[in-house]
């Protein structure tokens, strides 16, 4: 096997391996924020063609309305100071449904400036659904624990007391709960 042929293989090994990925792996020019490379992965994502993420306005125009200001400030900000970082925010995809995305950014500098920025677009809807429900059943939780007459705690794996409602008598007689923020150590 030649070198040639043996480089080509290892390339062909990696595209194979990048691209079957949920992932989507993608390189942008720093200046003009135009996607150099985007993977094919990209149209499953947000279910426009690849093509269509070439476009001049593409990244910006399909960042959801409400996420727009801080996604762009924060990826012109952290760019600027050549730091790899990560951030999330929705786009819309060409259904007109809302995805959830964790972006993770490599930026590469040339003369103090940034010039390419690479990364991976990851779908974390599901993460955020999951993380959504959890709040809204934390809140039911409370609101009913909030209400009973009577003295809810857990104690955790190293006996300290935890989210703790104190069943008090006020001033009028009637009866309420408290809740307490403290954690208290067991003795």
Known sequence: MSGKTSIDTTEDRYRILLESTPLVPWEADARTWLFNYVGPQAADLLG??????YGDTFWVDRVYPDDWDAAVST????????NDYEFEY???RA?????????????EMENGEPAVLRGFLIDVTHRKEAE?????????????????????????????YGSVTEYTRNGSGSHRAKSLDARSERS
């Open 48 to 53: 426009y063609p690849v093509e269509d993420w």
């Open 132 to 160: 959504a429900a959890l709040a809204r059943s934390e809140s039911r939780f409370a609101e009913l624990a909030d209400s009973l007459p009577a003295l809810i705690a857990y104690v955790d794996v190293e006996q300290r």
């Open 95 to 107: 259904d007109g449904t809302t995805v959830w995305i964790s972006d993770i950014v490599s930026v």
């Open 75 to 82: 990826c012109e900000r952290l760019s600027r100071e050549g």
């Open 90 to 92: 929705r786009m819309i």
